[in-house]
């Protein structure tokens, strides 16, 4: 919906649009900006579960009342990871033996703030709540969020190894394509603020970066999700452990994707399917897998040091789907009266959603699901000026001039930017500034704008 933290999971939250919660930025909630929603945690816990959330899963601050929406949402407090704060702390050690606030950031995590980091804590705690709720036997929501891969790249330097920099390439497409329009490019100040890339004193807005660090981003990008995918790993085993992998459902997903070097952009805050496309992947006892017997392993642990793994495109969908679906998607397979679909407007409505559930993919083969509809998604993201400034990448509400509206198809990604008035959240679709169009087949890096071509 809007490749970026709050946005992003305030929507798939509540099950409603950025343009419906109002919020684009960081700095309003909606329960007082925009309308009373309920979200998706919370319309389990009135149906009489316990929910429970771990980590990030709204993001903290004003965008979800300096709560984690609690108590709407959640039975208990939300748990931090104590050592959440030190995140962007100079805790990377350079060459020099001092202490930076780096992006690329392999740590020895014995000389880490109490010896550990954010993600391990988190899958400790959230194996503590699944052994509290297989004793007292009661229905129960869990959300963990992890950070990783999430700037700054700080993940336990052992992972490092399982990508030798000789092995690591540039991005398919690193340069800025010759018919982008200047609105839809994305800056990546944040990248600039970390020490080790402010001393490389790269030119803005378009950079680029050095090859030899941009491999090693990519290196450790790709060690951090290696990192987070261990420590999913653990948090399933322990689901085996307490016996109750047979009787839980398990979604995996992230709020948006990151470019990592694509279109000579890093970061989120874009149109691109490498910003807005992300995981979800779903595990449904019974439907989506055979059913298990008691005491057999569906989530045996798979150390990432000793097993050769092997990529195992199983199941992998081609639908088009939207985050704004797993609210209703969850209340089906859960046996919960799905939310109706929201009328528009719907500011008033409590519960509604936005999307329609995806359950029925899960009975039937791609060919089998109707086809009277073609699926799509959109996304949006706003924009301060025509061309890229300092605060391009998170413009506050009241500066947000100019939009970005993108519908994604099979066959075509399209992309319009219209003027944007903050003060009423309207978008003037007369007044065009910049469009985009690709051809996913012939050219699905999206790096080829034949918007003007217009013969499509």
């Given at each position: 919906?809007?490749?970026?933290?709050?946005?992003?999971?305030?929507?798939?939250?509540?099950?409603?649009?950025?343009?419906?919660?109002?919020?684009?930025?960081?700095?309003?909630?909606?329960?007082?900006?925009?309308?009373?929603?309920?979200?998706?945690?919370?319309?389990?816990?009135?149906?009489?579960?316990?929910?429970?959330?771990?980590?990030?899963?709204?993001?903290?601050?004003?965008?979800?009342?300096?709560?984690?929406?609690?108590?709407?949402?959640?039975?208990?407090?939300?748990?931090?990871?104590?050592?959440?704060?030190?995140?962007?702390?100079?805790?990377?050690?350079?060459?020099?033996?001092?202490?930076?606030?780096?992006?690329?950031?392999?740590?020895?995590?014995?000389?880490?703030?109490?010896?550990?980091?954010?993600?391990?804590?988190?899958?400790?705690?959230?194996?503590?709540?699944?052994?509290?709720?297989?004793?007292?036997?009661?229905?129960?929501?869990?959300?963990?969020?992890?950070?990783?891969?999430?700037?700054?790249?700080?993940?336990?330097?052992?992972?490092?190894?399982?990508?030798?920099?000789?092995?690591?390439?540039?991005?398919?497409?690193?340069?800025?394509?010759?018919?982008?329009?200047?609105?839809?490019?994305?800056p990546w100040t944040d990248l600039r603020q970390r020490d080790d890339v402010e001393a490389l004193n790269v030119s803005f807005p378009y950079g680029p970066l050095p090859?030899?660090?941009?491999?090693?981003?990519?290196?450790?990008?790709?060690?951090?999700?290696?990192?987070l995918d261990t420590q999913v790993g653990l948090l399933l085993n322990a689901l085996d452990d307490v016996g109750l992998s047979n009787s839980t459902i398990v979604v995996?997903?992230?709020?948006?994707?990151?470019?990592?070097?694509?279109?000579?952009?890093?970061?989120?805050?874009?149109?691109?399917?490498?910003?807005?496309?992300?995981?979800?992947?779903?595990?449904?006892?019974?439907?989506?897998?055979?059913?298990?017997?008691?005491?057999?392993?569906?989530?045996?642990?798979?150390?990432?040091?000793?097993?050769?793994?092997?990529?195992?495109?199983?199941?992998?969908?081609?639908?088009?789907?939207?985050?704004?679906?797993?609210?209703?998607?969850?209340?089906?397979?859960?046996?919960?009266?799905?939310?109706?679909?929201?009328?528009?407007?719907?500011?008033?409505?409590?519960?509604?959603?936005?999307?329609?559930?995806?359950?029925?993919?899960?009975?039937?083969?791609?060919?089998?699901?109707?086809?009277?509809?073609?699926?799509?998604?959109?996304?949006?993201?706003?924009?301060?000026?025509?061309?890229?400034?300092?605060?391009?990448?998170?413009?506050?509400?009241?500066?947000?001039?100019?939009?970005?509206?993108?519908?994604?198809?099979?066959?075509?990604?399209?992309?319009?930017?219209?003027?944007?008035?903050?003060?009423?959240?309207?978008?003037?679709?007369?007044?065009?500034?910049?469009?985009?169009?690709?051809?996913?087949?012939?050219?699905?890096?999206?790096?080829?704008?034949?918007?003007?071509?217009?013969?499509?």
């Amino acid at each position: 919906q809007q490749a970026v933290c709050a946005p992003s999971r305030v929507s798939f939250l509540t099950g409603r649009r950025p343009d419906t919660t109002r919020l684009y930025d960081f700095y309003s909630y909606w329960r007082v900006h925009a309308g009373n929603y309920s979200t998706m945690p919370q319309y389990f816990k009135e149906n009489g579960y316990t929910t429970l959330s771990v980590g990030k899963v709204f993001h903290p601050g004003v965008s979800s009342n300096y709560s984690d929406d609690y108590p709407y949402s959640w039975s208990v407090p939300p748990f931090h990871p104590s050592t959440e704060k030190y995140e962007n702390y100079k805790t990377c050690r350079g060459k020099d033996g001092k202490l930076y606030a780096n992006l690329v950031c392999p740590v020895d995590v014995t000389e880490m703030p109490n010896g550990t980091l954010p993600d391990i804590q988190s899958t400790e705690e959230a194996i503590r709540l699944l052994n509290v709720m297989k004793t007292k036997k009661q229905k129960f929501f869990l959300a963990v969020g992890y950070h990783k891969p999430h700037i700054p790249l700080r993940y336990p330097q052992e992972f490092r190894k399982l990508y030798p920099l000789e092995n690591i390439t540039l991005a398919p497409d690193p340069w800025v394509p010759e018919k982008l329009p200047s609105v839809a490019y994305n800056p990546w100040t944040d990248l600039r603020q970390r020490d080790d890339v402010e001393a490389l004193n790269v030119s803005f807005p378009y950079g680029p970066l050095p090859d030899d660090f941009q491999r090693q981003i990519r290196q450790s990008y790709y060690a951090a999700v290696s990192y987070l995918d261990t420590q999913v790993g653990l948090l399933l085993n322990a689901l085996d452990d307490v016996g109750l992998s047979n009787s839980t459902i398990v979604v995996f997903t992230a709020d948006h994707g990151w470019s990592l070097g694509e279109h000579g952009e890093w970061a989120k805050y874009s149109n691109f399917d490498v910003a807005t496309r992300v995981p979800l992947m779903f595990y449904v006892p019974g439907m989506t897998s055979p059913s298990v017997s008691q005491g057999e392993r569906v989530f045996p642990y798979l150390d990432p040091f000793s097993h050769h793994l092997s990529l195992v495109p199983q199941g992998r969908s081609n639908k088009v789907v939207e985050l704004l679906s797993l609210f209703s998607t969850l209340a089906e397979l859960a046996g919960l009266q799905v939310p109706p679909v929201c009328p528009e407007p719907s500011f008033h409505v409590a519960l509604c959603t936005e999307g329609s559930s995806i359950a029925q993919y899960f009975h039937a083969s791609e060919e089998k699901v109707e086809k009277e509809k073609e699926s799509f998604a959109f996304s949006q993201y706003p924009r301060p000026a025509d061309t890229p400034q300092w605060n391009s990448d998170k413009p506050r509400l009241k500066d947000i001039r100019i939009m970005g509206y993108s519908m994604r198809t099979i066959d075509y990604r399209y992309t319009l930017w219209v003027q944007f008035n903050p003060n009423n959240f309207s978008a003037d679709f007369e007044d065009v500034h910049a469009g985009e169009l690709y051809v996913m087949k012939t050219d699905p890096n999206q790096d080829d704008n034949v918007y003007d071509n217009m013969s499509h």
